[in-house]
């Protein structure tokens, strides 16, 4: 299956094309300042190199976070909007998860954490196993890692930005596992419609996990002069 896979929940942007698992094609920029303006101009850089039209491409997938908001809805809508337009399925992959699907062939047979910085002193977490999910994603303040790691079995590890709380030692390394990479997003994606088919276009949401910072304006309250 050829699958365009994207990722923008994060500070990076990133864009890869898999022919089957195997990435034929990839571009990043850690900017998150960039995300709408570089998405589209990336994936036709990468479809050049790969000398694939459009119309070949078979299925899109993209991370739903959670992450930065705005990051999330660029990414989503922009994959949504290729969907739609060229009549292939979408997937989506949670961002933790396409980062300890990076991690967990490093240390096999352990437990993963995945941690990404939430800003105001907090993590976004989940881990993963083999097996799949051991804990959903999450959020919590920075200083409860090392509690959190310590919930999970012995020899349990992390990846992504712990922001120096855990021991180095238990940190992961390796391609995708410091932030979300569009190839390792793209190999989760297309095994999930294989096993299960693809997410509903109309249905697929964004994971926040936490609610967003911004708040609508309050309404003054109706003040029309009497008659």
């Known amino acids: 299956m050829r699958t365009l896979a994207m990722t923008t929940s994060t500070l990076r942007c990133g864009v890869a094309l898999l022919d089957g698992p195997s990435v034929v094609a990839r571009r990043s920029v850690d900017d998150d300042r960039l995300h709408a303006e570089r998405i589209f101009a990336m994936i036709d850089e ?60 490093v240390v096999a047979g352990s437990t993963v954490l995945a941690v990404l910085d939430a800003r105001r002193e907090e993590r976004f977490v989940a881990a993963y196993s083999a097996a799949g999910e051991v804990l959903p994603p ?52 297309a095994s999930r419609v294989a096993e299960r088919g693809p997410d509903s276009l109309a249905d697929l949401e964004p994971r926040y996990v936490r609610p967003p910072d911004a708040k609508l304006p309050t309404l003054a309250p109706d003040r029309r002069l009497p008659r």
């Open 46 to 105: 990468c479809l050049a190199e790969a000398r694939w039209m459009r119309r070949a491409l078979e299925l899109v997938a993209c991370d739903v976070g959670p992450g930065s908001f705005t990051g999330v809805r660029v990414g989503l809508a922009s994959a949504k909007g290729i969907a739609l337009g060229l009549r292939i399925p979408i997937v989506g992959v949670g961002s933790l998860e396409a980062m300890a699907c990076a991690a967990l062939p």
């Open 138 to 189: 999450a959020h919590l303040p920075t200083a409860r890692l090392l509690e959190f790691l310590g919930e999970l079995s012995e020899d349990a590890c992390f990846c992504g930005d712990d922001g120096g709380v855990l021991a180095p030692a238990r940190r992961v390394e390796g391609l995708g596992c410091d932030l979300p990479d569009a190839g390792v997003l793209g190999r989760v994606g």
